[in-house]
């Protein structure tokens, strides 16, 4: 599962974030309490008051509020949620179900932290090899500049910590929108490398959200 090509669809988003509208609009709020009913509409209306306060605060600061909120969600296998091995969820329907995998917090963070006016190009979708649970996950990073340690937002572990302090995890790819790099346990982004397979998750997704909202 790599990401690649993701600087078209975020174009999607621009807008919103320089024309200062809502990430969940009345027109989304409204979908949501149609299909989720009005306890996911609630969560929806969090989400929002929580990018509200932090939308002119420091990339830490938005960092922490951001983990802090989607690890709320209960962690539930695809498996459970959607009846198959592996699906990665669009941020509704992780927060309209208020459970989903791995990925789907990634997911969730990912474009919450976009919104916010984070750069794409200091967050990652990061595999890795947990030791503790002796099993592949997914984690968000955020490099601060290319050769900087990584920040670890996790729904293992809730807090935010650098990656030398996440002995549990194995870093093993690291990828955003325009490359892959195979992961550096010594810092940085690590070492750009070619693999071209495995884009169908991301394009399922991409496809899901143009169609959904929601």
């Known amino acids: 599962m790599i ?9 999607l988003f621009v807008d919103a974030v320089y024309a200062d509208t809502p990430y969940v609009d009345d027109g989304l709020m409204s979908k949501i309490e149609g299909k989720y009913k009005v306890f996911a509409k609630k969560r929806f209306f969090y989400l ?9 605060s420091s990339d830490m600061e938005k960092l922490n509020a951001v983990n802090d909120f989607f690890n709320s969600v209960r962690y539930t296998s695809d498996q459970k949620v959607y009846g198959v091995s592996d699906y990665w ?25 976009i919104y916010l006016g984070v750069d794409s190009k ?45 002995t549990d995890l194995t870093p093993i790819y690291n990828f955003n929108g325009e ?22 998750k991301w394009d399922e997704l991409k496809l899901n959200m143009k169609r959904q909202k929601i």
């Open 3 to 11: 990401l690649v090509k993701i600087t078209l669809f975020l174009m």
């Open 48 to 56: 929002q008051k929580t990018l509200d306060e932090v939308k002119s």
């Open 89 to 113: 969820a669009t941020p509704w329907e992780f927060l309209g179900k208020d459970m989903g995998d791995c990925e789907d917090y990634v997911i969730s963070k990912y474009f919450a932290l």
């Open 122 to 166: 200091k967050l990652f979708f990061t595999y890795v090899k947990s030791t503790r649970f002796a099993a592949s996950h997914m984690v968000l990073t955020y490099f601060e500049t290319p050769r900087s340690e990584p920040l670890v937002l996790d729904n293992y572990n809730l807090k935010i910590f650098p990656a030398s302090q996440r």
């Open 179 to 200: 490359s892959l790099y195979k992961a550096n346990s010594a810092g940085g982004t690590g070492k750009k490398v070619n693999n071209d397979k495995a884009h169908k």
